[in-house]
């Protein structure tokens, strides 16, 4: 080769997906919605203006002011303050955090179950696949909600004194428990056509192990419906948990979600101080939003079909 | 031109077709010129990427946004039709110009019975009532050679077989008596005899109707039967038009030229194919000039400046400059009677380009010399015996030596019972599929044995079963004196997958799409503990690379970026890594251009004289056969028909089914020549014949042949299986 080839980071900006971004409005304005309010929840400690948990800080004389726009705000509370006098921005921002988190360990492990179950399914057929398949037939027949209801009522009633850490614990494995069976059958799908392909065959007659067939060879090639589902998924598991949470069986109260921020607001919604629980409600609906519209676009780009 | 003085019906002039993207627009076409008239069939030839299939879709209107007509016109009958509204184009097709596609499954709708679909066609151009829409197409499936027409006319298209479908696709077709045909690779999803079958068809309904026909193929044994004019397209243009007889003897310009002597043919005997070096190129890279001056052996200063426009040569048009120049185009590719001798002017004008034989063999010798030699099989004495004919293993005391592979009885069924509740219900009984049932042969080390049949008769799977991808159901496989299945299945299994590696058919599939090629050629060193690590193994793999006519430059690359050839050429040199002795090859050229084939195929066949391997060749294609093997198995429905040495097979072939198979290839020697094709299709294999499973296809069955099976048994050095061909009765 006579001229340099471009290094790794110039294909990579060339490439056709990244094409594709640069040049999709709604992916780049999504994208940038998203990062903002990830960089908002995971940078919170340090720049929240007030720590909404430090009882300390709290001053109940400024509970419920409305925001800083309005005639009797005050510009200290940009958002206006909760009833225990708790800044909403704040609040916003550790609450986000807290939804994130769960939101994305939730999908991370969804699709650790899902993928390996998927893959064992459509590599081996047969028993494994039948097996795994009714049960993730058994599982889609329940709301997801009422599954993760279910997984977390279980919970309490068998650590009463949870504290946070297991209470968080719960919360996330209910989420994943409902989770997991998309990408399993997505994959399932996929392998039962790599399988058969000759590169699959190929690797056989050099006499590669089957789990290394699995993991090195079919993984890599039937990743990329699970991209796009897990994407979208990230903004159901935050929904899902904020369902939780209002309904009181989320995340503890000394740590409050959006979904908790949420519920307590709602208690003030008709007495007129909208602000408690409008807030988070729009942060959610922002979050929720980019992350499906980026898993819009992922979707469209990754479709050959479609090129 | 030497067209009558009457206008062509179609006419297509200077078309340009862009296909604009993000990386600028691609000239699909450029510049393409040539005229119909009414009656003739013209043959548009040409590798994949020359643009035949778009030019196709051009005329009828088909062509798939974003790519577009740029400039240049069609006319038909005089009138421009590449500029209609879609009303216009509707009122255009079907009524005046007809289409044909390949692939016959997917051009006929799954959900309307072929009656309908027939009916719909014809009352949508023709003014006549739904009954008597019904009658004619009644009619038209009975011209078309479909028995019990009025029953069959309410079958959908999955009741029907391949070849039954694409007579229903060219009774479509001929619904609205259109003027012009144009098909698209019509035989090329099909059988050979069934090709033969469908050829002969449209050859005949054409003549009848006075249509006219564009048939579009990459086949020039099918043009050779059945075109009056050949097109031969390259890199999007129009290389050479002229009569058929002309551009296959007498081809002015050197890519046809080189082409045609490239092309496999069934009575030539030459040991090594004439190849094109290079492949076509690119559409964002097509070179200034004339498109094929880099592949050119004659090429002058003049063909890398300035592009040539089609001039008259003999009866036809080339665009090519050594026309002009007095530089000896035609004593290069003067009128030869055998293809060798069409071969040798070339060759001795080519003598100054460094043959690419000796590149590979100076490759190899290097490859070996690397820190993974080869030391597993001495070049032995049989290696480059090509002409000894004596391979029946039954003869034993002629053979010195035990074979290297010996098959004895090998059969493999599939359960494709229906589930077990429904066979409960339904009172079904269980259903096997034999898709092998019952094969001996043995290949002698250095050797090459094809296994040639249509689709359906088991040879893939009598390849899946040597290499140990399936478990035989019965009988036995013996690797240099061991059961081979056996060593499968126990401990030393990887010391004996060293030994015997696979070549698969299809090159997009073969290889890993999100691996590296250098990962790719690296795995079975890795896996083998041939090579410590990725890093150690590095040298090794640019070696086998380089040993297949690829470079180090390509170890970062990934599959996508390579040609169907190249992409071949690295499951060789993966195949090759761990010093293998056996290579089973599936049909690894079939998915390949011919001249691509050429070059594969000659590198296949210099490896194994460099390192003594020994082949099972699996293919459909007999030319093909005859150039690479030394003995043929033919299979028929899962059985062995007819084990022969090659010459011995194709000079005196015995087995009714190996005559009718010979027969039914095109030749391109045999312009317009009259045959007979065989009749009837592979039945299913489901349900096989009782008895010789060939015995209702076959003219001289018997009531022994209808009752029992024939058993392969040694006659005069070949095997037959064939009660008649046994009991010595006149064929």
């Known amino acids: 080769m006579s001229q340099a080839s471009p290094s790794a980071w110039a294909r990579w900006w060339d490439s056709d997906l990244v094409h594709s971004f640069r040049h999709s409005p709604t992916a780049v304005v999504a994208a940038l919605l998203a990062l903002a309010c990830v960089l908002a929840a995971v940078l919170a400690p340090w720049i929240a203006p007030h720590n909404p948990f430090d009882l300390a800080t ?13 005639a009797e705000g005050n510009p200290k509370y940009w958002l206006g303050t909760d009833d225990q006098g708790r800044d909403i921005l704040s609040a916003l921002m550790f609450g986000a955090r807290i939804s994130l988190l769960v939101g994305l360990s939730s999908v991370a492990l969804s699709v650790l179950l899902g993928v390996s179950l998927g893959l064992w399914a459509g590599f081996w057929g047969g028993k494994w696949d039948a097996l795994i398949m009714r049960t993730c037939d058994v599982m889609l027949s329940f709301p997801a909600i009422l599954v993760a209801l279910l997984i977390a009522g279980v919970g309490r009633a068998l650590f009463p004194q949870a504290h946070e850490a297991l209470a968080f614990g719960v919360l996330i494995a209910s989420i994943t428990l409902t989770g997991w069976v998309q990408y399993a059958r997505t994959v399932r799908g996929s392998t039962l056509v790599e399988r058969h392909k000759e590169y699959v065959q190929a690797a056989r007659v050099t006499g590669v192990s089957p789990a290394r067939i699995m993991r090195r060879h079919v993984l890599p090639n039937v990743m990329g419906p699970v991209l796009v589902l897990a994407t979208i998924q990230v903004a159901t598991a935050i929904i899902t948990e904020a369902t939780l949470s209002f309904l009181g069986v989320g995340a503890p109260p000394t740590s409050p979600s959006l979904g908790t921020l949420i519920r307590v607001g709602n208690d003030y919604l008709f007495s007129g101080e909208w602000w408690i629980t409008i807030f988070p409600g729009l942060m959610l609906v922002l979050i929720s939003l980019s992350v499906n519209l980026l898993g819009d676009w992922l979707r469209d780009a990754l479709n050959p079909r479609l090129q | ?60 209107g088909l062509l798939e946004p974003p790519g577009r007509i740029a400039s240049g016109g069609i006319w038909f009958d005089g009138q421009r039709i590449d500029n209609l509204d879609p009303e216009g184009l509707r009122r255009l097709r079907g009524r005046h110009i007809g289409a044909i596609f390949q692939d016959p499954l997917t051009s006929l709708n799954p959900l309307y019975s072929v009656g309908q679909q027939l009916v719909e066609t014809i009352q949508a151009h023709l003014p006549v009532s739904a009954h008597e829409a019904r009658e004619r197409a009644v009619a038209l ?136 070096d290079g492949s076509m190129p690119r559409l964002n890279a097509i070179p200034s000039g004339c498109a094929y001056h880099p592949r050119c052996a004659h090429a002058l200063p003049r063909c890398t400046q300035q592009r040539p426009e089609l001039q008259s040569v003999g009866q036809g048009l080339a665009a090519c400059w050594l026309i002009d120049a007095a530089a000896p185009a035609h004593a290069l590719v003067g009128a030869v009677q055998t293809r060798s001798e069409r071969v040798a002017p070339l060759a001795r004008a080519m003598a100054g380009v460094p043959a690419a ?373 006149p064929l």
Not at chain 1, 58 to 70: F, Q, V
Not at chain 2, 190 to 203: R, Y
């Open chain 1, 58 to 70: 709290l001053e109940l004389a400024d509970s419920r002011l409305p925001p800083a726009w309005s």
């Open chain 2, 357 to 729: 034989r000796s590149l590979v063999q100076a490759n190899t010798a290097a490859a070996h010399s690397g820190p993974i030699a080869a030391p597993n099989t001495p070049i032995s004495d049989t290696a480059g015996d090509v002409g000894q004919p004596d391979t029946s293993a039954s003869a034993a005391g002629l053979q010195p030596t035990t074979p290297l592979v010996q098959v004895r009885d090998l059969a493999r069924h599939f359960d494709v019972s229906a589930p077990w509740l429904n066979r409960v219900l339904e009172r079904q009984p269980r259903q096997w599929l034999h898709a092998v049932d019952g094969v001996d042969f043995a290949i002698p080390r250095g050797q090459t044995m094809a296994l040639v049949g249509e689709s359906g008769c088991g040879k893939s799977t009598v390849a899946r079963l040597l290499v140990g991808l399936y478990q035989p159901s019965r009988g036995q496989v013996q690797f240099d004196g061991q059961d081979a299945h056996a060593a499968f299945a126990g401990r030393d299994a990887l010391a004996l997958r060293r030994r015997i590696q696979m070549i698969f058919q299809d090159p997009y599939a073969s290889l890993n799409p999100r691996w590296t090629v250098g990962d790719v050629v690296a795995e079975p060193l890795l896996e083998h503990g041939l090579a410590p690590s990725r890093a150690a193994a590095q040298d090794a793999v640019v070696g086998l690379l380089q040993s297949v006519g690829l470079g180090s430059a390509d170890l970062g690359k990934y599959p996508h970026q390579f040609s169907g050839g190249q992409r071949q050429r690295i499951s060789i040199a993966r195949a090759l890594a761990t010093a293998p002795e056996f290579l089973v090859c599936d049909e690894p050229t079939s998915a390949l251009d011919v001249s691509v084939q050429a070059q594969v195929l000659n590198l296949m066949g210099d490896l194994q004289r460099a390192r003594g391997l020994t082949y099972l060749f699996i293919s459909h294609n007999l030319a093909v056969v005859r150039h690479v093997s030394d003995q043929v198995g033919v299979m028929y429905l899962g059985r062995l028909v007819e084990v022969a040495p090659t010459r011995r097979l194709f000079a005196q072939p015995r087995h009714p089914y190996t005559r009718m198979l010979i027969d039914a290839i095109p030749r391109m020697r045999d312009h317009g020549r009259e045959r007979t094709p065989v009749q009837g299709e592979v039945p299913n294999p489901l349900q096989p014949p009782t008895g010789c499973s060939f015995h209702p296809r076959c003219p001289w069955a018997d009531a022994r042949c209808r009752s029992e099976r024939p058993v392969l048994q040694t006659i005069d050095g070949v095997q037959v299986a064939c009660h008649a061909v046994q009991e010595g009765r």
């Open chain 2, 1 to 60: 031109m030497d067209l009558p003085h009457t206008a062509p019906l179609l006419e297509v002039k200077d078309l340009v077709v862009e296909f604009p993207s993000r990386r600028g627009v691609l000239r699909a076409l450029d510049g393409v010129s040539f005229s119909v008239a009414a009656g003739e069939v013209l043959g548009v030839v040409g590798e994949s990427g020359a643009g035949k299939s778009l030019t196709g879709a051009s005329i009828i």
């Open chain 2, 141 to 276: 499936l009975q011209e078309t050679g479909i028995a019990a027409a009025r029953e069959r006319l309410d079958h959908y298209p999955h009741q029907f077989s391949g070849g039954m479908r694409q007579r229903v696709v060219i009774a479509l077709a001929l619904a609205a008596e259109p003027r012009l045909i144009v098909a698209d690779e019509p035989t090329t999803a099909l059988d050979v005899s069934v090709q033969a079958q469908i050829i002969g068809l449209l050859k005949r309904l054409c003549r009848e109707r006075g249509a006219a026909v564009v048939l579009i193929t990459h086949d020039m044994g099918v043009i050779a039967e059945t075109c009056d004019r050949v097109a031969v397209m390259y890199a999007g243009r129009v290389a050479e038009i002229g009569p058929v007889d002309a551009i296959i003897h007498r081809s002015a310009h050197p890519y046809s030229a080189g082409l045609m002597a490239s092309i496999p043919d069934i009575d030539g005997d030459d040991e090594r194919l004439h190849q094109i």
